[in-house]
């Protein structure tokens, strides 16, 4: 029920044609949320260019294909994360458009292509190793519609490419900065901009790394305070909150 | 805003008092819950005669005492839990008739000594140290308007301490079982009965304990299936939870 | 050894047949718990309607449809949790009414569908992938003989979702609340309702999620107070804590 | 040494009065950031207004007092972290509109009161023993330009009072979410809001909530993708982070 | 009620003093444990020489000596665990023979100074900070009835300091091995005697040893195969262990 | 080197064959424990009997027979713990009168059956998935000379089991007890006697029972004095460590 | 851009072909590190006969050679290490000279064999299971160019394997010490020799071994301080340590 | 008995003035370590200048002095770590030229000043919060007689402090790193130099860098190969190691 709908309750109660009691009655009933159209409005706008996302594990190619079919009726823009090449081509039965990245396990469907924010988000990445997590924040911001590049194998024990690539770090509104192992890479990319840098903790590593716990803390004590942090290889959580940061700096309508 | 308020709203459209516009305005900037009315009516009466309760830590006298005072013109019960001689002192001030459990470190006032179920819940406790937090439990639980008895020092090294008191466990509605270091009573207690228990473990121990998590650990493992488990030394909670059950099972008016 | 046969043995001293010596020695060989029937016979009429029970994980199909057969002689209903098609397909062969229910691998036989409680027992569950331990809990209880309902796909993140639903909530006389990830539904649960909410952790999530733990600290923190938790995906255990929260509700015969 | 000192020294080596290798010499011990003057002056413009900052805890009040006494001689605004009311004495010695925050223990001196970025940040927090990290925040933002609210004790278990403050939430271009125990309410709060929510998990709770682990793995498994965490208790992290997300939404000079 | 209330009642039902009703009513009523004088009187032997026991820490200084005072009512032997120096004192008014051991904080009262075994204990600590729970083990072994001897400081970064004791070691029937930091000791010593070896992990070290922790996790993974584990600092607990091995050594009566 | 060459190395110096130069700088290269030959012969009584044993998984079907067969030059008695059938196979090429234990998965080869000590060790164990572990440590007993036998499914929800074999439980000389889950089992049975209980905590559990971490836990904070514990799944150190207590009890040559 | 290029841009400017403003325009673009040529030279030669090393796990077997055919077009030394006998089947393709080493899965092509110091490394290991690491270590450690020697199997409960091997400890002039389980063996040989320790701990070991913490606390812990400790089962990074530690004592170039 | 004593049996042998059965007796009762006097003798030079060390907490300032004025009977050099000002005061009784370094709570007593080898040790820190760790490892490193200088305040996230000293750090023979909160430091030194760097992580941070646990973990993640890690706030420690490593290279008598 949007305000069309209760502006008409009243209407009616004016012309006679319910009683205050039957309308009361009926508005005891609604769904609490149907009251807060203005805000929901404001948020769809937020918003529009959001892909519907699918987490893969644990569904079989014929769950994810019928799943992506599904959302392909309302939804422009469609992510798998975490897929398999078997996933892919089944989605591309139902989405000939559809784009697998090899390294991330990504499918993106993008058929909005509108540009929803201006400011430029760079994924920067430390090993080899990490790239998979990376190039998921970046399918995933790209789909969101954000300006994105990448800045990969700059990890710290190698500080030089990283100092080499100051400009870049310097330009981008939002930085996504991927570390597994010691997840040192925040902390140096944090100090070197005056930008949030949104932390992701990869699984990578072995022994005493424990599956990105180690990095998973290291980043919650950065020494910069422009680092804020998400799950263990949550590239996509990564790329979600760039968003919201990159969108949250356009004028409103 | 409660119905008749917002029965008024309706009728004060229908005599023209006000435009559908305004009353549409007006109804949006409600807060929502001003429509569950019914829902609170009937959370009123099973939440009757439950106390209010103040956390003493980190709380100076002089603010607890205010606190209690402030309570008490709209409450008739009142508990202050984890409470020191001094503060009791002070509560004794603006309430002649505050008891002051010096175990546990409870202070309970009782003015409305109305019984609101009738099942019988009792606290068992394995060795004396478990003790302040089974007293807690105690104290919260009569103040909630339950019959309450309890059981102390019927640790498992001497399990026939506990296995001559069968009786008076199968007469309990609920049990609440209080133990520190393996937190092995819970099992026990809940393979002679047929009734819910409330397992707290306690941070009593030293060592390979770490201050109650081996307890808590060894309680939510518990092999009998009719264990559920609350925060470590959490009395006052097993004592709300366990009236919970205990009204469960009273008549709804 | 029963009442009747320890009387028997009184009466045989009594009678000249057995010298008080000879009826001492026999009663220390007694096995203790024969002494206490009349618990016994108190807990048989709690007990009633309690399903046989097999935890699947780790036994052969072949294994499972014998420990059933057997199971059957004497009880009329079984539950087998976690199990496999291949495992339902052989219980089909001892029992033709057994049901597998696909999602939490439970086989369920119901011969004994007496209602034992007549409190609603609900099931309500976070996200989707929190399904699999939330139909075991409504399969687990249905079989014990509780009036049973759920209400999936209502996490915290989407709170308009369970908003809608209070009226459903607050009809239940227990709760059971299944989340994974941060763990957050039961105490948004408890906080609108005044019933013991149970809460089950589930493995549902990865990363710092480690395998449900921090879904399981959550609950134990719950700032509700009606909250108490069983182990992590324990649907089956929360079903039997709900069973004996609902039971003991009953008037005793 | 800035762009001019280069220009210089070239024009020095261009005029003869310096070799280009006595020039080359001077070069080499050059700290190598002087050559990132572009950067640097980019960076002074998203710098200024920020404080200069002191951690107090393990510092005498004397040298507290000192510390600010030397930071004044060259930033306008300063803040101290977690102070005693003694440090706060102190250092109104040398700063008589030295601000003392007595729930947090922020000491803010406020001289550059420029309003360096318009989007408004929002603190929110659950329970009563989380305003001194929420006040912590909401000080610091102040001091660093933004405009700042909050909304106090809006816990999960209460959620009707979370639920009637969604335009206030809906406003904010950033939100600060503060919270111990289960750490539930970011999920709740991201799940209204198309913003940035900074979680913060605070020490908060007892037992099991162990100093804030458990409040800060429940925010880390939000199942709300808008969410980052930084670390426990860490309300001026937070703040700083808020203050990027803010300032790069501006227009930059 | 023993073996000759026992018979006595089967005698008053014989000789018709009590129905044989009567008689096993009163049965049914009795402790269960009451029926197993058999192996009370067996334990009675082996628990001889046993001293009654007070863990001081939580007590204040009167509650011990009250607490000593009616232990020794019934008990030759008493043992205060980690007392202070005041509470000898206090102890020393009831029991002028009390022994204070100031390292460890043990207080003794030896009145049966029968040896209960004849195996030598012997137990081996590694460094000086060990010694106060190294003595607590010899105190208490002592006061059991037990010949017992000692070995300091036998580190294993010194291992020539051990090997020169492999006499002593090889004597002894049973070894407690007290050890902090890495908690190598008992599996060098283990793997030069035939004897059962009782490690006690201490508390000892700072950093990564997590207060006894890690020496704990290394004495549970010994490569050495007779050596069993107690808590974190448990002395008296490795000496009522090594009673129980020593005496289980005597021939019985 | 033993005694004898040591004689002959100084007989060699008194008959002049050796100066006493060449004769000291010979001992200087010996291996030093060729000095401590008596030690090592004494050693030797108390170590016959104890088979050779191969720690199987991580080893292929050959290596362990080909292992086996090695060890059967010198060795009697041989055992294999959690070895595959397979392997059984293979090592029944080799020795035709290997047992294979299929629960446990020991091959067991005994061709030494003296009886090396006279104290009955009892294995008790707590739930039906705690067999493997027992029955380990069982066949390891009874390969080592010592008399054992055994007490399954005597877990602490119920009782009463265990109550009734008490009379067992107090003829041990040794227990060896074996639980998962809660790990409750060794506190309970150790208050019942009077004799050292080894606990062996198990895998045995899932989700907060950390793969055996609480059991070990749980044991560790025991609150009977007689009990240690070994590591998670041990049942083969168990045995050595009760047959060193054992043996320890038998007078010696 | 080397000290030479920086010289003639001054020399260019000082011949007037470059004006000061452009000279200085081109300076900025420089990545810093072309300053720093005198450092890297230097880094050069310690450098010198490090082999190129990939990290197999994860990789295709044809990825592999691949990786390994690129970097031999640079580097005459290359080490691949945990990989498995299909991957070293395709390295042989496109060096013959690899060799494989089956324990510790390591692949080395070493056609640069200069003797890049003379320090013995010494690589000691505990156990038969700790084997794989050990040898890891040992072949790096000769593909650096170090003289290596090993000493297998002297683990801490049988030390007079390694008592008698001092002769071989003491000569060394770094050594790496591997060991899993309760990783006791680094301190015992640290007190035997007045060389750097380096410790690896391994995951060796099951139950509450956590996969080679425990021996990494241990180590962290040990009473030597002679010993610093890399991560689990890197014996790889030991050797890299190890190489630095003997070429540092080299005469410098 | 040293080789002296040995031969000096020899010879009584070949006089006649003992019997070889006499001579053999006596040489079983020696402790073996007597035999390996050579290697004692080598272990003498490398260790001379090594300083006798007191580990103040837990010792009164009394014992404190006690202690070091014995150690001064035989050491030239004596170090107190961790002591307070008063115990500094009593040291200066027995040793008027005591120096105390206030941050680190160093006691040093320098008397042989011999420098045992010429390579520089480095120490470098991150935070001011590291210093006084940091200090206590140049205060011994320097007793030790090791040419030492620092390097302070150079943390990660003002990386530009650090690239500017590159030429200090390449020129130390050994570093030693400091680091709290993320401890990122050492892998960034690492990757700048050629030598070993021993990673110290501190107890310096709050809330998640768990008193010094997520340095020390991300130390030991380094993607650095060139570094090793010693136990938390172990200044001392990582001292001892740089001395060890920097004499190796010394050219041995």
Do not use: W
């Not at 109660?13 to 807060?36: I, N, Y």
């Not at 458009?97 to 430029?120: C, E, K, N, V, W």
């Not at 997840?183 to 990319?189: I, K, M």
């Amino acid at each position: 029920m949007n305000k069309q709908q209760i502006l008409q309750l009243f209407e009616a109660v004016q012309k006679g044609k319910l009683t205050p009691e039957a309308a009361a009655e009926r508005l005891q009933h609604l769904p609490d949320e149907d009251l807060g159209f203005a805000k929901i409005d404001h948020h769809r706008v937020l918003r529009q260019g959001m892909p519907e996302t699918v987490y893969a594990p644990g569904k079989t190619p014929e769950q994810v294909e019928e799943i992506v079919r599904r959302m392909l009726r309302h939804s422009p823009n469609v992510l798998v994360t975490r897929a398999t090449r078997v996933m892919a081509a089944r989605v591309k039965r139902v989405a000939k458009d559809a784009q697998f990245h090899t390294l991330s396990g990504s499918i993106a469907i993008r058929r909005d292509t509108t540009q929803y924010a201006r400011g430029a988000i760079l994924v920067v990445s430390a090993g080899t190793s990490d790239i998979p997590v990376a190039e998921e924040a970046v399918v995933a911001a790209e789909l969101m519609g954000n300006p994105v590049s990448h800045l990969y194998d700059v990890g710290v024990a190698g500080i030089h490419r990283l100092m080499t690539r100051r400009e870049e770090l310097s330009k981008a509104r939002v930085i996504i900065c991927v570390a597994g192992m010691e997840g040192a890479l925040p902390s140096v990319v944090a100090g070197l901009v005056a930008a949030p840098v949104i932390a992701v903790p990869t699984s990578v590593g072995y022994g005493a790394s424990f599956k990105g716990v180690t990095a998973l803390l290291a980043m919650l004590n950065s020494c910069a305070s422009n680092v804020a942090v998400v799950n263990i290889d949550n590239g996509f959580g990564a790329a979600c909150f760039a968003t919201m940061v990159n969108r949250c700096s356009e004028p409103r309508p």
